[in-house]
């Protein structure tokens, strides 16, 4: 059983920055990678971008890249999500999730997911 708690959302205006965190706990041993996703009202859940617990590697959706930074503190068992230069179009429910393998795009990926917070960016 693997938990991950995310905190950090809330209102910010375009343009601003927030900074999302995601804190695992459990049997987390077996998950290499940590994925962020995120899923406005009305739409499919979509990738934001991963991460390898080593640090040596991450991938963002193009929507994101050069805005986004993922970064971890291994020691902690944290992720988190920095977000700069933010656009009505990110407003969603944010949710972090672990995968052991596979393709870190893809959701069915990953076998546990938090319980999501809320981003919302107004104009």
């Known amino acids: 059983q693997v938990q991950l708690v995310e905190s950090g959302g809330g209102l910010v205006q375009a343009g601003g920055s927030l900074r999302l965190s995601c804190v695992a706990s459990?049997?987390?041993?077996?998950?290499?990678?940590m994925g962020w996703f995120r899923q406005a009202p009305g739409k499919e859940r979509e990738f934001v971008g991963t991460?390898?617990?080593?640090?040596?590697?991450?991938a963002y959706a193009d929507s994101v890249k050069g805005r986004f930074t993922i970064s971890r503190e291994h020691d902690k068992n944290t992720v988190y999500l920095q977000m700069t230069s933010l656009k009505p179009d990110d407003t969603a429910v944010y949710y972090c999730?672990?995968?052991?393998?596979?393709?870190?795009?893809?959701?069915?990926?990953?076998?546990?997911w938090g319980q999501g917070t809320q981003v919302t960016v107004s104009s």
């Open positions: 999730a672990a995968a052991g393998g596979g393709v870190t795009s893809d959701s069915r990926s990953y076998a546990y």
């Open positions: 991460i390898k617990w080593s640090g040596d590697y991450t």
């Open positions: 459990g049997r987390t041993l077996s998950y290499y990678w």
